[in-house]
Nanobody, 121 residues
Framework: QVQLVESGGGLVQAGGSLRLSCAAS????????MGWHRQAPGKQRELVAT???????NYADAVKDRFTISRDNGKNTVNLQMNSRKPEDTAVYYC???????????????WGQGTLVTVSS
């Protein structure tokens, strides 16, 4: 069993900053890609950013140049620094690992429970 636990959500004013963190725990052999998705009220869940174990990053156009994803491979944690927040960034943010290797030959897709981020105008 593998768990992803997010922290750092809350209320922030437009233009402000917030940092989300996510820690993976459990039976983990290795994790290549980790990332964040978000789901705004009434909308579908969408990709925010991903990062590989080698540090390669990918961002949604809506957050490029404002958000920065980083990770600590030794601690199996991933962070999302969100700057210049906009009201449209209001959403539940989910930590995500599409293929956690639990044994040399077994993989598991894992999602966190989500953390609410609200940006007030």
């Amino acid at each position: 069993q593998v768990q992803l636990v997010e922290s750092g959500g809350g209320l922030v004013q437009a233009g402000g900053s917030l940092r989300l963190s996510c820690a993976a725990s459990g039976r983990i052999f290795s994790i290549n890609t980790m990332g964040w998705h978000r789901q705004a009220p009434g909308k579908q869940r969408e990709l925010v950013a991903t990062i590989t174990k080698d540090g390669n990053t990918n961002y949604a156009d809506a957050v490029k140049d404002r958000f920065t994803i980083s990770r600590d491979n030794g601690k199996n944690t991933v962070n999302l620094q969100m700057n210049s927040r906009k009201p449209e960034d209001t959403a539940v943010y989910y930590c995500y690992a599409p293929a956690v290797r639990t044994t040399p030959v077994e993989f598991l897709e894992v999602w966190g429970q989500g953390t609410l981020v609200t940006v007030s105008s």
